[in-house]
């Protein structure tokens, strides 16, 4: 059984900044793409970032330039840290993994944490 365990959020003012971040437990072979999606009341999950094992990253429009994604292979454990925190930004924050459970990827799961709330006050 693979989990995935967030830690981070909280009430921050507007501007402020905050970090989350994601470990991975269990027992499996690699962990391939790993990222952090959003989901703010009354809206759909929405991707925020995303980063490979080789560090390639990618941001949401309205993230880029604020917040910035980053992970420890060794760990297993990826981070977000999030700057200029906007009102707008508030949202229960989950990361997800795509874990190998064979070198040969021929087996694999798609894993989503339980989810950390971020909350944003004007």
Not at 5 to 12: A, D, K, N, R
Not at 44 to 67: H, M
């Amino acid at each position: 059984q693979v989990q995935l365990v967030e830690s981070g959020g909280g009430l921050v003012q507007a501007g402020g900044s905050l970090r989350l971040s994601c470990a991975a437990s269990g027992s499996f072979f690699s962990i391939s793409t790993m990222g952090w999606h959003r989901q703010a009341p009354g809206k759909q999950r929405e991707l925020v970032a995303g980063i490979t094992p080789g560090g390639g990253t990618n941001y949401a429009d309205s993230v880029k330039g604020r917040f910035t994604i980053s992970r420890d292979n060794a760990k297993n454990t990826v981070y977000l840290q999030m700057n200029s925190l906007k009102p707008e930004d508030t949202a229960v924050y989950y990361c997800n993994a795509v874990v190998s459970f064979s070198s040969t990827w021929s087996r694999y799961l798609e894993v989503w944490g339980q989810g950390t709330l971020v909350t944003v006050s004007s």
